[in-house]
Antibody
Framework: QVQLQESGPRLVKPAETLSLTCTVS????????WSWIRQPAGKGLEWLGR???????NYNPSLENRVVMSVDTSKSQFSLKLTSVTAADTAVYYC????????????WGQGTLVTVSS | DIQMTQSPSSLSASIGDRVTITCRAS??????LNWYQHKPGKGPKLLIS???SLQSGVPSRFSGSGSGTEFTLTINGLQPEDFATYYC?????????FGQGTKLDIK
């Protein structure tokens, strides 16, 4: 059974870059779509974007070119970088998996809270 | 972007009750609507895909219906483990968007 685990700094200063990694275990990282989704406190879920294992990406336009995703198949990891963060980027960040050809999220990490504060 | 609106935003019910949650899309998404169950401290769990396809291992008391812009999730015979927050999500068009959630708690 696949397991996804988010990791990275829990506190980021305003204007800096938020960096998170999702480590995949229990299954291959190959031939799946890997997404990042976040949830600010008291709000709904927001899809940030996804990356395929070839490196092909789709991002949510709402992030205005602040997001970059990458994948390292040798380490079974994929990553999120969100630049120029503000307090509005404070949220629980989830990584998730979807099958090729689907655009939904079958498997999720447990999420990690990232706070943007000085 | 497609906006997803769920109603109600919260719901109180008793064990054994039948509950229905509605999800409306701002434009047609044909059948491309999924439902997730979310419990605190965990990632959401996919319950139903493509309007009505129950995922493996999900109890048959969960069902989904609808098309176009209006969809429903029904739970027949609420069990204690069903109290959670439920989200709809459209995968008809990127950016894939979620409803704001319906929190189901015990009356």
């Amino acid at each position: 059974q696949v397991q996804l685990q988010e990791s990275g700094p829990r506190l980021v200063k305003p204007a800096e870059t938020l960096s998170l990694t999702c480590t995949v275990s229990g299954d291959s990282i190959i031939n799946y779509y890997w997404s990042w989704i976040r949830q600010p406190a008291g709000k709904g879920l927001e899809w940030l974007g996804r990356i395929y294992t070839t490196g092909s990406t789709n991002y949510n336009p709402s992030l205005e070119n602040r997001v970059v995703m990458s994948v390292d198949t040798s380490k079974s990891q994929f990553s999120l970088k969100l630049t120029s963060v503000t307090a509005a980027d404070t949220a629980v960040y989830y990584c998730a998996r979807g099958n090729f050809g689907e655009y939904l999220f079958r498997d999720w990490g447990q999420g990690t809270l990232v706070t943007v504060s000085s | 972007d497609i906006q997803m609106t769920q109603s109600p935003s919260s719901l109180s019910a008793s064990i054994g009750d039948r509950v229905t949650i509605t999800c409306r899309a701002s434009q047609t998404i044909t059948k491309y609507l999924n439902w997730y169950q979310h419990k605190p401290g965990k990632g959401p769990k996919l319950l139903i895909s493509t309007t009505s396809s129950l995922q493996s291992g999900v109890p048959s008391r969960f069902s989904g219906s609808g098309s176009g812009t209006e969809f429903t999730l029904t739970i027949n015979g609420l069990q204690p483990e069903d109290f959670a927050t439920y989200y709809c999500q459209q995968n008809f068009y990127t950016p894939y968007s979620f409803g704001q959630g319906t929190k189901l708690d015990i009356k």
